[in-house]
């Protein structure tokens, strides 16, 4: 009996083991599938020349998720790799290569313990210089058998970091740090200059390179083209898009491909204004209505044309962005009414007046102005009289009447501040008996204060 109690323990000790086994094998397959080897260069970067003093992380590359750190003018460079499940240990060889004799010699070698096991990353100890170098990574399972078929080897460069100094920036329309969003002379060009200035990445993904933006208080704007870049390393000249530049302070900054970047200070700063920070614009041109809809006028006085007309428009902008300016404004018509019937004729003066919220867009470099206008006011008919034969006249008509207006015009600047205004408005007054439509095509001629 005492045997057969035995040989129920063991088969249970053994059943266990079998399927504890079969665990981690059924772990490692499913780890196997989820890691590949890396055909992707690691990035590590090494600074001799580092001066810090505080703990400052840099982001190195976002393929590799490697980072350096500064402590106290020293070098700390974390090499990690991918998790591959339940490991007992990783075997970790870095080998650098000899240039002179063409060979990888062994620079570290290195057994993870628990901690460096669970989070994947050791702390490369001597750091790194510049150079070419291989790792290989090895993976033991919770039985502490080497898994050949996921050992994981990458080539890799060690790059040199240069941190970027930005000594100077110049917009180079105006030759100092300033940008005026209303001169219609901008060219988007500017200038930088200071030291560690190396071209932007370019397909040869080994070369030192830096990236650059201007950074606002929550976006940054890169430029659209590199126009010229001095052989030292020195001085560059960008073209940027002025329409992705918004009322503000910017600094431009200089990032090293290690995560090194220009200090953030007056030096690196540029301001992104207006030059006026309001426009008054004051307009007054020929103006021909057309009467669309209610036939009382067009009825009594025998036209829906008339010609003689004309308008003048103030509009006081006091809200500018680069994406579009406030305001508002008022704007004034009059019309000359005439016609002869053959018993009588009729005459008469149609005046408007109207206070409107005004919208400006600016487009083409700023030369051209999309107006958008609308707002509440009144209709005044003016002096309608009937003339008959013998000297005989109708009493006089004046009434007032409520209106609305609403039209679309561009501003058309000859130079900075003479523009040429085309457009259309609709204005419709209300009438106990009647709703006047009117339709008014016109153009006119504009200054900007």
Same mark, same amino acid.
């Given at each position: 009996?005492?045997?057969?109690?035995?040989?129920?323990?063991?088969?249970?000790?053994?059943?266990?083991?079998?399927?504890?086994?079969?665990?981690?094998?059924?772990?490692?397959?499913?780890?196997?599938?989820?890691?590949?080897?890396?055909?992707?260069?690691?990035?590590?970067?090494?600074?001799?020349?580092?001066?810090?003093?505080?703990?400052?992380?840099?982001?190195?590359?976002?393929?590799?998720?490697?980072?350096?750190?500064?402590?106290?003018?020293?070098?700390?460079?974390?090499?990690?790799?991918?998790?591959?499940?339940?490991?007992?240990?990783?075997?970790?060889?870095?080998?650098?290569?000899?240039?002179?004799?063409?060979?990888?010699?062994?620079?570290?070698?290195?057994? /993870?313990?628990?901690?460096?096991?669970?989070?994947?990353?050791?702390?490369?100890?001597?750091?790194?210089?510049?150079?070419?170098?291989?790792?290989?990574?090895?993976?033991?399972?919770? $039985?502490?058998?080497?898994?050949?078929?996921?050992?994981?080897?990458?080539?890799?460069?060690?790059?040199?970091?240069?941190?970027?100094?930005?000594?100077?920036?110049?917009?180079?329309?105006?030759?100092?740090?300033?940008?005026?969003?209303?001169?219609?002379?901008?060219?988007?060009?500017?200038?930088?200059?200071?030291?560690?200035?190396?071209?932007?990445?370019?397909?040869?993904?080994?070369?030192?390179? /830096?990236?650059?933006?201007?950074?606002?208080?929550?976006?940054?704007?890169?430029?659209?083209?590199?126009?010229?870049?001095?052989?030292?390393?020195?001085?560059?000249?960008?073209?940027?898009?002025?329409? /992705?530049?918004?009322?503000?302070?910017?600094?431009?900054?200089?990032?090293?491909?290690?995560? $090194?970047?220009?200090?953030?200070? /007056?030096?690196?700063?540029?301001?992104?204004?207006?030059?006026?920070?309001?426009?008054?614009?004051?307009?007054?041109?020929?103006?021909?209505?057309?009467?669309?809809?209610?036939?009382?006028?067009?009825?009594?006085?025998?036209?829906?044309?008339?010609?003689?007309?004309?308008?003048?428009?103030?509009?006081?902008?006091?809200?500018?962005?680069?994406?579009?300016?406030?305001?508002?404004?008022?704007?004034?018509?009059?019309?000359?009414?005439?016609?002869?019937?053959?018993?009588?004729?009729?005459?008469?003066?149609?005046?408007?007046?109207?206070?409107?919220?005004?919208?400006?867009?600016?487009?083409?470099?700023?030369?051209?102005?999309?107006?958008?206008?609308?707002?509440?006011?009144?209709?005044?008919?003016?002096?309608?009289?009937?003339?008959?034969?013998?000297?005989?006249?109708?009493?006089?008509?004046?009434?007032?009447?409520?209106?609305?207006?609403?039209?679309?015009?561009?501003?058309?600047?000859?130079?900075?501040?003479?523009?040429?205004?085309?457009?259309?408005?609709?204005?419709?007054?209300?009438?106990?008996?009647?709703?006047?439509?009117?339709?008014?095509?016109?153009?006119?001629?504009?200054?900007?204060?």
């Amino acid at each position: 009996m005492e045997r057969i109690k035995s040989f129920r323990t063991f088969f249970r000790i053994f059943a266990f083991f079998i399927f504890a086994f079969a665990f981690s094998v059924n772990s490692f397959a499913a780890g196997k599938k989820k890691t590949k080897k890396s055909d992707k260069n690691a990035y590590v970067f090494y600074d001799e020349n580092s001066e810090a003093t505080d703990i400052e992380e840099m982001e190195v590359d976002k393929i590799s998720g490697q980072k350096q750190t500064e402590i106290q003018n020293e070098i700390v460079q974390p090499f990690a790799w991918e998790n591959a499940g339940d490991v007992l240990y990783y075997e970790i060889l870095i080998e650098k290569f000899n240039d002179e004799s063409e060979q990888w010699e062994e620079y570290i070698y290195h057994e /993870t313990d628990e901690e460096e096991t669970e989070e994947c990353v050791i702390y490369l100890n001597p750091v790194l210089s510049p150079g070419k170098y291989r790792s290989t990574i090895k993976i033991y399972n919770i $039985l502490g058998v080497l898994e050949e078929e996921m050992t994981q080897v990458a080539e890799f460069p060690v790059l040199q970091a240069f941190k970027p100094e930005i000594r100077n920036v110049t917009y180079s329309l105006y030759m100092r740090p300033l940008i005026y969003l209303d001169d219609i002379d901008n060219d988007g060009i500017i200038e930088i200059e200071g030291q560690n200035l190396f071209m932007p990445q370019t397909d040869n993904q080994y070369e030192a390179y /830096t990236e650059y933006y201007l950074q606002g208080r929550a976006f940054k704007i890169r430029p659209t083209e590199i126009i010229s870049h001095d052989d030292r390393n020195r001085k560059l000249t960008f073209q940027f898009d002025m329409r /992705t530049l918004d009322v503000g302070n910017y600094h431009f900054v200089a990032k090293d491909a290690s995560g $090194l970047h220009s200090d953030i200070n /007056t030096a690196s700063e540029l301001t992104v204004k207006f030059k006026k920070v309001v426009d008054l614009d004051v307009s007054a041109g020929y103006l021909c209505p057309v009467i669309l809809h209610d036939d009382t006028l067009p009825t009594y006085m025998g036209s829906r044309v008339w010609p003689l007309s004309a308008q003048a428009r103030i509009s006081f902008m006091f809200f500018k962005r680069s994406w579009g300016y406030f305001g508002a404004g008022v704007k004034a018509t009059a019309t000359m009414m005439k016609h002869k019937f053959e018993y009588y004729s009729i005459d008469g003066n149609l005046f408007s007046g109207y206070g409107m919220f005004v919208y400006q867009l600016p487009m083409f470099k700023r030369r051209v102005l999309l107006d958008l206008h609308i707002g509440p006011g009144v209709t005044f008919y003016n002096n309608f009289v009937f003339h008959f034969s013998n000297n005989l006249d109708s009493p006089p008509l004046n009434t007032l009447s409520i209106s609305a207006n609403a039209g679309l015009s561009a501003q058309i600047y000859i130079n900075k501040r003479l523009f040429i205004e085309p457009g259309c408005d609709y204005q419709v007054t209300f009438n106990s008996d009647s709703n006047l439509g009117i339709i008014g095509p016109f153009v006119g001629v504009g200054w900007q204060f």
